[in-house]
């Protein structure tokens, strides 16, 4: 179990569909590009929640993640296939920390 900020043994199907749920959120991101929707807000609400999950379980991952994605709120001309690598790359860190609690 990884170790958080106040001792709590959270079980591992908690933090399993924690990160799941998380995954679909930042997935959702890339649709939203394509077609022109407000993903900075959706984009935003992840960051906010990232920030907090780094505060509760100090994991590098999570520092890693919300530094890629608030790049993408910051730089205002990503191109697309930068914007999309970034998404994957958040993703694959988030599945990092599924193995990483094994």
């Not at 170790?3 to 043994?9: A, Q």
């Not at 799941?20 to 807000?41: A, F, G, V």
């Not at 993640?65 to 697309?80: A, C, N, R």
């Amino acid at each position: 179990m990884p170790l958080n900020k106040y001792g709590i043994d959270y079980p591992k199907e908690v933090i399993d569909t924690n990160i799941q749920r998380l995954s679909n959120q930042i997935w959702k991101c890339i649709p939203m590009k394509e077609n022109n929707e407000d993903w900075n807000k959706q984009l935003n609400t992840v960051v906010v929640e990232i920030a907090g999950l780094h505060e509760i379980f100090m994991s590098p991952q999570y520092l890693q993640i919300q530094d890629k994605l608030e790049g993408l709120l910051i730089i205002e001309e990503v191109d697309f296939s930068t914007y999309r690598k970034t998404i994957f790359d958040c993703l694959n860190l988030l599945q990092e920390l599924k193995r990483y609690e094994d």
